[in-house]
């Protein structure tokens, strides 16, 4: 039996903080939040919500003096939390919490430190860790699951220290990826005889911690090839992520789909994820697939008790 992994990663504008400009989309993510609660919903599908610990705070004066990076890289975020506000939002993950989809909740760090960058430090690195793990548990809150910004995976050490069970991990390489015509090999495999993005099996590294890796980015195919595609009214990516869900029913592993809220700010997006997400619930219904988190999914690794979901939840 397999199962179908969602992990989201909820950044607002965290995730564009050190790059010189953010998209304007970014002004309107919370929209892109609540759309993706309500398809989740819409199919009944739980996910793991990797959350900037920032988000979780009613207001802050901007200095975060007790971090390494300090005011310099905090000042954005002075001031209250507000409806339109880019850097608090403590009531969208109350929203998220209070689902009854029962999602997970885990850390994205505390403001988005990309760690594998140079200058990033094991004393930035814990900083992050630390302080997005303290924020959470001061909103009841428990944070053991771990999703890298920008999936820049270093410093694992330090989530072991900081009792993280599990992160999401690179995905498998590709067939394509070392031949030398890969942009247009690439392009071939997203069509509908294309092969299936890769069924992944979580294991445990050298620190303890559950690596489940990811299988395919939901928004991985855009720009010119995405815009003939939809001419031709066809979704390459909707075909591939259904291939995918097909591939994990029956098989021992998992497949296992991210994205972030902010890639629904257009119709195509929502459309997209609802195809997507209707097929999930659809082979669920169906067969034997299960949907879990990267939580539940850790905690059937390491063999503890609680960790299977029923393949087909309740209507009621």
Known sequence: MGDVVVSIDAEL??????????PDRIDHAREGWHATLSLLAKHDVPATWGIVGHLLLDECDGSHEDHP?????????AGRATVDDDWHAPKLVEAVRSSEQDHELASHSFSHVVMDVDGVTRAVADAEIEKSIATAERRGLDFESFIFPRNGIAHRDVLADRAVRCYRGWPPDRWYDESLARPLVKLADWSRLGTAPPIVTPT???HGLVNVPASLYLFSFEGPARRVARLLGRSPIVSAAKRGIDEAVGADGVFHLWFHPHNLLQPDGVE?????????ARRREETDLTVRTMGEVAAGVLGERGAERSAHPPTD
């Open 204 to 206: 445990v590294d050298e």
């Open 13 to 22: 504008a965290w995730g564009y903080h050190d790059l010189p400009t953010a």
């Open 69 to 77: 990076l300090g005011p310099s890289w905090f000042s954005c975020s």
């Open 272 to 280: 997209r994820l609802d195809a997507v997400l209707e097929h999930v």
